[in-house]
C-alpha cells in the first residue's frame, strides 16, 4: 500500500507554514522529512495522518483520495506516531499498546486471544515487554515513546508515519526503532532531525525550508554542504568513513553572518 500527496497547503492566519508540497509515493520504502525547527515536518505529517485539515491539495491511499475512504478502514492501513502523545488517565502500558488494536474489533468489544498476543508481540518489538503492566506516568519520556512505537506496530497498518520517533531515546534505542521500521517493509514516513540517521535508514529524503519543498532523493545525492549551509544554517564536512557509500556529517560551526 501507498501514500501519496499532492499540492498540500497550510496557514495559521496570514503565516504560510506548508506552500504546494508534494510527497511522492514510496510503497514498501522509507520516506525522510527533514529540515530544521519550524520547517513544516510536523504540519505536513500532520495533514497526512488527518489531524490537520489542508488548505489546498489531496492525501491519497492507494490512488484513492481519503474521502473516498471510511475513517475506520483508514485506521486499520495507516499507523501514526506523533512527536507529544499523553494522558492524564490511569492506564498502563498495555493498555496504550491495545489502542492500536481497536480498528481490528467490534465495537465496544474487550480485547481478545489474538489481541492479547500481538500486543506483546509488539511490546517485545519495542523492548518493553517487561512494562507491560506499568503505570503509564511512571515511565521515562524515552519508555513512552517505544510504548507508541509499540501500539502502531500492534495497528498492523501497512502505512507509517512516524513524527521524530527517536525523540528521548538513547542511541542504542534509536538505531533499534529505525532498523525495525526498515525491517517491517511497509511504507514509512518518518520526521528526523538527525541527517546521519536519516542518511543510514532512509531511501530517500525530502527537504522542507520555510514550508517549501527544497529538494528530494537519495540522501548521498542531495544532501551537500551547501544544501546544508543554506537550510541548517551551519558548516558541515561530510566524511565517507571506510569508503561508505552512507555519509557521516561533521558539523562544525554556525554559518557566519555577513
Known amino acids: 500500500m501507498k501514500i501519496e500527496a499532492e499540492n498540500l497547503s497550510w496557514a495559521a492566519g496570514p503565516a504560510i507554514i506548508v506552500d ?3 510527497v511522492p509515493a514510496m510503497p514498501g520504502r522509507i520516506l525522510g522529512l527533514l529540515g530544521p525547527n519550524g520547517s513544516g515536518k510536523s504540519t505536513l505529517l500532520g495533514m497526512l495522518a488527518r489531524t ?7 492525501v491519497k491511499l ?3 483520495p481519503y474521502s473516498d475512504w471510511a475513517p475506520r478502514d483508514i485506521a486499520r492501513v495507516l499507523s501514526v506516531v506523533q512527536q507529544k502523545a499523553t494522558t492524564d488517565q490511569d492506564v498502563t502500558v498495555r493498555d ?7 480498528p481490528h474489533r467490534r465495537r465496544w468489544a474487550g480485547p481478545s486471544p489474538r489481541d492479547r498476543e500481538v500486543v506483546e508481540a509488539a511490546a517485545r518489538r519495542t523492548g518493553i515487554e517487561h512494562l507491560l503492566n506499568r503505570d503509564w506516568h511512571t515511565l521515562s519520556g524515552g519508555e513512552q515513546q517505544r510504548a507508541h512505537l509499540a501500539r502502531a506496530f500492534a495497528q498492523e497498518g501497512q502505512v507509517m508515519l512516524l513524527d521524530e520517533p527517536t525523540n528521548h531515546l538513547d542511541i542504542s534505542h534509536q538505531l533499534d526503532i529505525l532498523k525495525t521500521l526498515r525491517e517491517t517493509g511497509l511504507g514509512v514516513v518518518v520526521a528526523l532531525h538527525d541527517l546521519n540517521l536519516a542518511t543510514t535508514f532512509c531511501d530517500e529524503v525530502l527537504v522542507l525550508h520555510k ?7 537519495r540522501p548521498a545525492d542531495v544532501l551537500t554542504e551547501d ?8 558548516e558541515v564536512r561530510i566524511l565517507h568513513p571506510d569508503g561508505d557509500e552512507a555519509p557521516l556529517f561533521q558539523f562544525l560551526r554556525p554559518v557566519t553572518q555577513t
Do not use: S
Open 227 to 234: 544544501l546544508i549551509r543554506e537550510v541548517y544554517g551551519v
Open 52 to 58: 490537520i485539515q489542508p488548505r489546498t491539495g489531496v
Open 62 to 64: 492507494d490512488d484513492r
Open 20 to 22: 504546494g508540497i508534494d
Open 96 to 102: 496504550v499498546i491495545d489502542l492500536g488494536r481497536i
Open 211 to 217: 514550508g517549501r519543498a527544497v529538494c528530494l532523493g
